[in-house]
């Protein structure tokens, strides 16, 4: 987690160059699609396999814009016995937006009613939720 925090991140502001990679990647429809879909679904994740059912994808366009989004640095990817899951990196999302927004209100954040994405997972449940907090 620390290296993607370093990744996004040049002294306490994301660089401009990790920015401008995380909205091309984000700037094609069904990688913007699967990415909102990952938000959706928290933390957790889901299998590539399933990813792939949901947007009748093949598997070697999937892997193509998996890679794009984890390159990015807006996924995270964890093997499961066989499975790869994946699941939206909400630290680089709220960055992200945080950068998007640093300056919002002339220049008094505070004002201004930007959500940030607060993930809560249960131990002893199988509820995840993702939710948006107001700043």
């Known amino acids: 987690m620390l290296h993607l925090l370093l990744y996004f991140y040049n002294i306490g502001i994301m660089k401009k160059e990790s920015i ?15 990415f909102r879909y990952l938000v959706e679904v928290g933390p957790d994740g889901v299998p590539a396999g399933k990813i792939s059912e949901r947007f009748d994808l ?30 939206a990196n909400f630290a680089a999302m709220n960055a992200l937006l945080a950068y998007l927004t640093e300056n919002c209100c002339g220049g008094h954040p505070q004002a201004c009613t930007i959500p940030a994405c607060e993930v809560q997972s249960s131990t002893d449940t199988t509820t995840t939720t993702a939710t948006l907090k107001r700043a």
């Open 20 to 34: 401008i990679t995380a909205l091309g990647a984000l700037a094609q429809e069904t990688r913007l699609d699967i």
């Open 58 to 87: 093949p598997s070697p366009t999937l892997s193509f814009h998996l890679k794009t989004l984890q390159q990015a640095g807006l996924l995270e990817r964890k093997r499961q016995s066989r499975s790869l899951i994946y699941s």
